[in-house]
């Protein structure tokens, strides 16, 4: 099994930027793909990007297509969001998830939940207006 732990969410004005990393631990040569997924309150979890993990190709979600940034470090067992010009509406819990049983034929299939069989804690990201 694959262990994860987010940080780097917090308290932020309309405009800036943060960054969120996910450290994965444990069998982590299993690893296909990470994503991450956010969760505002009273919503669905929601895809926002994934990462193939042997060759680096990504997807983002239209809502932060030009906006978020999905990047792994391979040695440090690390992916990173990278989010600029944030939004009130980004406003939610975000979690990073891992896929290591799954080989989807097109890295469009990581949108969905399903396609995970690990996940972070999540980390709290607010954004202020």
């Known amino acids: 099994q694959v262990q994860l732990v987010e940080s780097g969410g917090r308290l932020v004005q309309a405009g800036a930027s943060l960054r969120l990393s996910c450290v994965a631990s444990?069998?982590?040569?299993?690893?296909?793909?990470m994503g991450w997924f956010r969760q505002a309150p009273g919503k669905e979890r929601e895809f926002v990007a994934a990462i193939r993990w042997n060759d680096g190709n990504s997807y983002h979600a239209n809502s932060v297509n030009g906006r978020f940034t999905i990047s792994r470090d391979s040695a440090k067992n690390t992916v990173y969001l990278q989010m600029n010009s944030l939004k009130p509406e980004d406003t939610a819990v975000y979690y990073c998830?891992?896929?290591?049983?799954?080989?989807?034929?097109?890295?469009?299939?990581?949108?969905?939940?399903?396609?995970?069989?690990?996940w972070g804690q999540g980390t709290q990201v607010t954004v202020s207006s």
């Open positions: 998830a891992v896929n290591t049983r799954l080989r989807p034929a097109s890295i469009r299939m990581l949108v969905a939940v399903a396609v995970y069989d690990g």
């Open positions: 444990g069998q982590t040569f299993s690893t296909y793909a």
